[in-house]
Each structure stands twice: as C-alpha cells, then as structure tokens.
C-alpha cells in the first residue's frame, strides 16, 4: 500500500526556517516526481513545487521562488522541502505527493499518492 508521510512542520516566526521531509513506502518513490502542496484556511489547495524522479528539475511556483528549495534522496524514500525567509502568508497544511507518470505539473489532478499534511505556522 503506497503510503507517504510528511514531517517537520511547527510554528516559527516570521523570517525563520523550517524543513519538511516526505518519507514514501509500498512504492517506488524513485520513480515518481514528487510536488509539495499548502492549502491555507479558506483558500484551495495551490502547487508550490515539484521534483523530477531523478531530481535534475524542479518547478516552483512564484510565491516561493527563491525561498523555498525542494531537494531528494532516493536512496532513503525522501524528498524534502527547505522553506526559508518564511511569510505569514505560507501558513498552511502542506501536503507531499507522488506522480507515477512523472508529468511534472503543479496540478494536483496528476498526483495519485497523498500524504495527511503537516501544519506551519509562520507567526511572531
């Protein structure tokens, strides 16, 4: 059963860091591009980025560019997600999902695997 899991998420302030890790198991995660999602209170589920399998590309989408950096290590079932110089608009669940048909979109209608989302809260 393909499961994914995310951790690393909390609370930090304005200007912090956090990293999340996305942990896969009961498929092959090397296989698949992974995108990281947020869906902030009120507001639709958004792509912010997305890996390829073998992790030479990447996709941001313009809010997080220069801020957010998605990175993976196949070897250990994860991908991670660096978010630096955090906002208080990135409050959000944010959730990891795989691409078996490794399209590469920030939709998530391509995403058949879903982690249960860890929260951040960016707040002084």
């Known amino acids: 059963q393909a499961q994914l899991v995310e951790s690393g998420g909390g609370l930090v302030q304005p200007g912090g860091s956090l990293r999340l890790s996305c942990t896969a198991s009961g498929f092959t995660m090397a296989l698949s591009s992974i995108g990281w999602f947020r869906q902030a209170p009120g507001r639709e589920r958004e792509g912010i980025s997305v890996i390829s399998s073998s992790g030479d590309s990447a996709t941001y989408v313009d809010s997080v560019k220069g801020r957010f950096t998605i990175s993976r290590d196949n070897a250990k079932n994860t991908v991670f997600l660096q978010m630096n110089s955090l906002k208080p608009e990135d409050t959000a669940v944010y959730y990891c999902?795989?691409?078996?048909?490794?399209?590469?979109?920030?939709?998530?209608?391509?995403?058949?695997?879903w982690g249960r989302g860890t929260q951040v809260t960016v707040s002084s």
């Open positions: 999902a795989a691409d078996p048909r490794r399209v590469g979109s920030l939709m998530s209608r391509f995403y058949d695997y």
